[in-house]
């Protein structure tokens, strides 16, 4: 994930400082790496200034350990005033305490999870994003063949939520009050997550008829 995360920031024009406590590490690196290598511990405040901590416009913490990612991250926003700062971890039900201290997190095993649910089980039954919570989700929903040819507005007021975008024939595309679903079409909902299971209910029925 470091390697990941370095070589595509210095790709884009951002000058890149790696910390590890093992040297070896360092091999995951290419070749032509113009970043600063550091051998040490990513909380210790020694090694983070001699990183350039000071200079730093971000700070990710992506080591294999929760605690470890937590502390460096906390160092880097609250000793050396960082404002960009992110942690993964592994223990998704951290992930709220973690957001209430201020430290964006991404929660690596929630995430990959998902993403291999996605693809064994029904469409819409599990997101594309949450956010570390858990409360708020990007879903791909199902929906009954009854609901094409109905306007988007039409739609979202009888789930009683919002469309983030359609895709349509491989393109993404945000609905607007008169888009009307189109056979084929994808639909993508933001929603809470409790709100999940009322939305499913709805559009895997036919609309009800205006009398």
Avoid: C
Avoid at 58 to 80: K, L
Avoid at 115 to 126: C, D, S
Wanted: hydrophobic share 40%; charged share 25%.
């Amino acid at each position: 994930m470091g390697s990941t995360l370095a070589h595509i920031l210095e790709d884009s024009g951002h000058s890149v400082a790696i910390i590890d406590r093992d040297p070896q590490a360092f091999r995951r690196l290419r070749a032509g790496f113009r970043g600063r290598r550091v051998t040490g511990i990513g909380f210790d405040r020694d090694v983070l200034e001699e990183a350039g901590i000071g200079a730093a416009s971000a700070y990710v913490a992506v080591s294999s350990g929760d605690n470890s990612n937590i502390i460096s991250a906390r160092v880097a926003r609250e000793t050396f005033g960082v404002d960009n700062v992110v942690a993964r971890i592994y223990d998704s039900r951290r992930a709220e305490v973690y957001q209430r201290l201020g430290i964006p997190t991404v929660a690596t095993v929630r995430w990959t999870a998902d993403q291999i649910l996605r693809r064994v089980l029904p469409e819409g039954a599990e997101p594309l994003w949450r956010d570390p919570t858990g409360s708020v989700m990007l879903a791909e929903v199902a929906y009954h063949p009854g609901w094409v040819g109905t306007t988007t507005r039409e739609l979202e007021a009888a789930a009683g939520t919002r469309l983030a975008f359609i895709n349509r024939m491989g393109e993404a595309l945000l609905p607007r009050v008169d888009s009307v679903v189109q056979e084929g079409d994808i639909l993508h909902v933001m929603a809470a997550e409790n709100d999940m299971e009322r939305i499913n209910k709805v559009l895997s029925g036919a609309p009800e008829e205006e009398h």
